[in-house]
C-alpha cells in the first residue's frame, strides 16, 4: 500500500537484514565509500554509523580499508554496539593468484583492524576461468581459518556463475553485487541469482546521479512525496535486493536510508522496470 505524505516527520530509518546463504545476516541498507578518502570519509561513515547504518562497503581498490576501520573502531568503543552488530565488505582488487588474495585479506584485516571481514569478494570477474577458480578456492579457505565469514563475487554474469556453481566450490558464492537500478536491471543474471539462492546487492543505485531528471523519477518522486533517490532507493529495496548508497554529505547519509516511511506500489514498480536501458555508469573495477 502505497504512503502518499508522511505520518511523521521523524526519520524511519530502514535498518533491517537479510538472511544469506550462510546463515548470516547482511543489512539491507549499507553505505558506498568508493572515492571517500580522508576526514571526508571518517565523516561519512560517522555520520551514517550514527544515523542507523550498519554496513559499509569497501574494496582493496578504494583504499580505504583503514580509515573505514578507525573509524568503526572509534564509533564502537563509545557506543554499546559491539564488533558483531557491524557489517564490514571487503573485495580483493584482481584475481592474480591463491596467495595474492590470502594476502589481500590478512592485509584488509590488518589494515582494518576488524579482526575479521564479514564479506569478503571477488572484485571482478577478470583474469579467466582458472585465476577466478583459483582466487575463491582462497575465499573459501579465508572462511575456513576464521578470517571471513562469508564469500562473495561482484560483477559475475551468468556464465562465470555457472562456471563457479559447476566447479562443485566447497562454499558457493552468498552474494554477488551488480551495478543496479531501473535503468539497468540486469533481469537475466538477476534471476539466475535468485534461483541459486545467491542474494543479490545493488551498486551505483542512483546511477551516479546521471537520471535524477527522468520524467518518470520526476513524476513519481512527487507522487510519493519523496526524493529521487529515496525513490531509487525504495526500487532497491522492493526487488528484495542489499543496497549501497554512497555520499558523504550528512543531509544526504541521512535521507538515503530514511526511506522506511512509504513504499512503491506494484504498478509503479512496473513503470520503473520500463526504464531499462543497459546503462553501465561504473567500470568493472569499483
Ligand atoms: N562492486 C563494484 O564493482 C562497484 C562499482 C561501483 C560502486 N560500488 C559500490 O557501490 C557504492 C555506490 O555506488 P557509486 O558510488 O558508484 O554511485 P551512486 O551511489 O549511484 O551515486 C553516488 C553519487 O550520488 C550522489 N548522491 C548521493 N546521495 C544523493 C542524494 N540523496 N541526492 C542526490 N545525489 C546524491 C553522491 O554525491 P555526494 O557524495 O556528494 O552526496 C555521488 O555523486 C560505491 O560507493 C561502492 O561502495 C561497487
Redesign the pocket.
Known sequence: MAELTRTTSRPQPVTQSLELNTGHTIPQI???????EGQECHR?VRTALEVGYRGI???EW?CNEHQIGATLTEFLASSPLSRTDIFFTS?VQRNISYDDTRASIRQCIRLSQMGYVDLY?L??PKGGREKRLECWRALEDAVESGEVRTIGV??FGVEELRELLESKPRIGPAVN???L?PFNTQSEVVQFCRDNNILV?????????RR?DNPTIVELSEKYGC????L?LRWSLQKGFVV??????P???L??VDVGWFEIGAEDMERLDGLDEGLT??????
Open positions: 549499507q553505505l558506498g565509500v568508493y572515492l571517500t561519512a562497503d569497501s574494496a578504494y573485495k569478494m572484485h571482478t561482484s560483477n553485487q551488480l551495478e537500478h546487492s545493488a551498486y551505483s543505485p542512483f546511477a551516479r546521479g535524477f526524493s529521487g533517490a529515496q531509487l549501497l548508497p554512497k555520499s558523504v554529505q543531509n544526504r547519509i535521507s538515503n555508469t561504473a567500470s568493472h573495477q569499483e
